[in-house]
């Protein structure tokens, strides 16, 4: 059986996770792997066989997504292009994780796509929903990446069809403990502003993994690092607890991990603020950005002992082996 597997390269979650998929799909037929997006910094250790430009959202510097970068790097002729060349009738099983490209060639040349992907849990009608209507954002979300049948992970099983988290075995196999400082993963914010509004606590130490600097350097109570994977996940395992965006991946991990965990979603990224909203309901702290008025919140999270208990079962197997026998 031949199976593509297509995987969103927007950001490091969708990388993460197909790191355990990649070798249970390869248990079950021959894979090739297809990565669209220029945003990610997770390198994958099996074979790529498409690169792809794809959409991406850009990262901005103050909390959100660049939207006027996101319409510059994004090309409508080198978009159709892609899809257009790619050979999805070849393959027995294409399984898209939030990935447009495949998702759009199946669809114009009618071919079973099966969406497995985080996406898909969070616009379940069972999940959790924001109180603030995102019209446009919720129209782009379910359209981006269209699939004949969709399987879903989230932060709780709401429905059926959407699973607990995926957690990677390098996360699974440490030994958490607190070794005093907080763990900080804030894409959507460059180091100037994480220094300002991270220094005022003075008395805590941040270890802060950033985007925009490839040089770990430290400055008074804030140490910024570059992206590199290993690193951050032995950061997350030794803090005290985790301050990150609201995507999935990583307060999925934290959660696993049992840290105290307070999260930001970006601006003008509606998933986010799906997330928040799931989060929100389990008693995790949400706070809309890092201005002075949220220094209250910040201060009742680092002195607060509020953590949060979750069962997230190494079931990952069962999971696409049932979605590939049921659909091959």
Request: aromatic share 10%; glycine share 6%; hydrophobic share 40%.
């Amino acid at each position: 059986m031949k199976i593509l597997y297509a995987v969103q390269g927007t950001g490091n979650g969708h990388l993460c996770r197909a790191l355990d998929i990649i070798p249970i799909l390869q248990d079950l037929g021959e894979v090739d792997v297809l990565v669209s997006g220029i945003q990610a910094d997770i390198q994958l250790p099996f074979p790529v066989k498409y690169r792809l430009h794809g959409l991406s959202f850009i990262f901005g510097k103050s909390g959100g997504v660049d939207l006027w970068r996101t319409f510059l790097s994004s090309t409508v002729r080198k978009f159709v292009q892609e899809i257009n060349t790619l050979p999805v009738e070849q393959y027995d099983l294409v399984i898209n994780d939030f990935e447009p490209i495949s998702a759009w060639a199946c669809q114009t040349r009618d071919v079973p796509c099966i969406g497995l992907s985080h996406q898909i849990g969070a616009l379940d009608a069972a999940s959790p929903k924001p109180d603030e209507k995102d019209m446009l954002g919720k129209f782009i979300m379910k359209n981006y990446a269209p699939t004949s049948v969709s399987y879903g992970f989230h932060f709780k099983s709401y429905s059926k069809n959407i699973f607990t988290p995926v957690i990677r075995q390098s996360i699974r196999e440490l030994e958490p403990k607190d070794a005093g400082h907080y763990t900080v993963y804030l894409p959507a914010y460059d180091d100037a502003h994480l220094l300002k509004n991270l220094s005022k606590f003075s008395d805590v130490q941040w270890d802060v993994y950033s985007k925009h600097n490839k040089k770990k350097f430290s400055l008074k109570n804030v140490t910024i690092n570059p992206i590199q994977s290993d690193s951050f996940i032995q950061s997350m395992a030794h803090s005290s607890g985790v301050l990150c965006g609201a995507g999935f991946e990583t307060p999925a991990e934290a959660l696993y991990l049992n840290k105290k965990l307070l999260v930001v979603p970006m601006k003008n990224q509606y998933e986010q603020h799906l997330n928040a909203a799931a989060l929100e309901q389990m008693g995790i702290p949400v706070i809309n950005s890092l201005k002075r008025k949220y220094d209250y919140a910040i201060e009742a999270w680092l002195n607060g002992k509020n953590k949060v208990n979750v069962n997230y079962p190494d079931v990952t197997r069962e999971i696409v082996t049932n979605i590939v026998e049921k659909h091959k």
